[in-house]
């Protein structure tokens, strides 16, 4: 029988040999402390709604395992640069935010936290339950990591840590093992603000919390027509957002490739716009569906693209588009097109004005929602604008 002390160090030492990056140990005490905070968010309409549904098990590890006494918390570091660019072809790149390059972490998280348990498992003579979790389980990522000592939590919410700041995977195991705690980690943000500062849509609170539905992040992954505020803001990039970690001083100078699965394919992670307008699902599932990015499907990939093309001026991309707007099944792809292509043309053009026209009334005639119609108003509005 080891004791708790000696337990812990074995379970530490067996992490780092299934290669997991930093490891930290806390209670299984409930984190009702931050209630309040969180009902405040949802109350200003300031969530996501990606987040679990039951506040209770949100706060309280018991509620997920009854008898736990301890969480593990766990962190993988994943790369923030392109080891190689992708080749020219001619075409626009999007591009996808880092926590999305390589498999889906998830996947990979998972797979190290089995590994964990297991060798634990092997330590022990007691009958041990776990509980494994990422982003899409009950608890709070950052706050469990936080106070298992991994890291701080900085202004702009995410965990930073001091090795590898916070271009980190977290996970955690509730357990009804009793293993020592570790110290939580005061935030050291200071008087800095340049994650504040960077963030283009002043989604960031100040105080470690964001409206979550103006962020970029949570925009690039909406289904349905994203607003018109948001759509010059995320430039090229059709998943997530990494403005607020570039710009932090914590992240300078880190950059780490420890974890093969995690290595981007670089025409993946910086795909062609243009084929990606026109992706069968199985082509899709092909190319993108081993990736964190692809959990939501193709269409709101397809419809960043667009917008992308748009942001990136690349007139050469409206035939596509309007072939995508008259044969698209899909009405918010449809209409996407046509906003794009409004921003598109430079110069009157009656054949685009036309076939914009002709699929404006198609829509209105098919009842079409009214965000939908607007696309394509707007776009016949821009053409017109155009008359010398």
């Not at 570091?77 to 390589?102: D, I, M, V």
């Not at 053009?349 to 829509?363: F, G, L, N, S």
């Amino acid at each position: 029988m080891r004791t708790p002390s000696a337990l812990k160090e074995r379970i530490i030492a067996e992490s780092r040999k299934i290669g997991i990056d930093k490891i930290g140990f806390t209670t299984a005490d409930d984190f009702e402390s931050l209630r309040s905070s969180l009902e405040a968010q949802k109350a200003a309409g300031h969530t996501s709604g990606f987040e679990h549904p039951n506040l209770d098990e949100r706060l309280n590890p018991k509620l997920i395992l009854k008898d736990a006494k301890t969480i593990i918390a766990i962190a993988l570091a994943y790369p923030s640069k392109l080891k190689r660019q992708p080749p020219r072809t001619g075409l626009k790149r999007g591009q996808f935010a880092r926590a999305s390059w390589g498999d889906d972490y998830h996947d990979i998280l998972r797979e190290k936290m089995a590994l964990l348990t297991e060798r634990i498992q092997e330590l022990t003579d007691e009958s041990v339950s776990f509980e494994p979790m990422v982003d899409t389980g009950q608890l709070i990522d950052v706050a469990v990591a936080n106070r298992a000592g991994l890291g701080f939590i900085g202004k702009n919410g995410l965990l930073i840590t001091e090795e590898f700041g916070s271009f980190v995977y977290l996970g955690e195991i509730v357990t009804n093992l009793v293993l020592a705690p570790d110290q939580p980690i005061p935030c050291q943000c200071g008087d800095c603000t340049r994650c504040l500062d960077a963030c283009p849509v002043q989604a960031l609170l100040g105080d470690g919390r964001m409206n979550a539905q103006r962020c970029l992040s949570y925009q690039t992954q909406t289904k349905g027509v994203m607003a018109d505020e948001f759509r010059p803001k995320i430039r090229n990039v059709i998943y997530g957002c990494d403005i607020c970690q570039v710009a932090c001083p914590f992240n300078r100078g880190k950059d780490f490739h420890r974890h093969a699965r995690m290595e981007p394919e670089t025409t993946k992670v910086r795909p062609e716009l243009l084929p990606m307008l026109t992706l069968s699902n199985r082509q899709f599932k092909d190319q993108f569906g081993n990736m964190a990015g692809a959990w939501r499907g193709k269409k709101p990939l397809q419809r960043n693209a667009m917008i992308a093309l748009a942001n990136l001026g690349d007139a050469s991309a409206v035939p596509d588009l309007l072939a995508v707007m008259s044969r698209d099944p899909r009405p918010m792809i449809r209409a996407t097109a046509a906003y794009a292509v409004g921003r598109l043309v430079r110069k009157f053009d009656e054949p685009v004005r036309q076939a914009i026209a002709a699929q404006y009334q198609k829509a209105r005639q098919a009842n079409e929602a009214p965000e939908f119609l607007t696309e394509y108003h707007r776009a016949l509005l821009k053409i017109d604008a155009l008359i010398r």
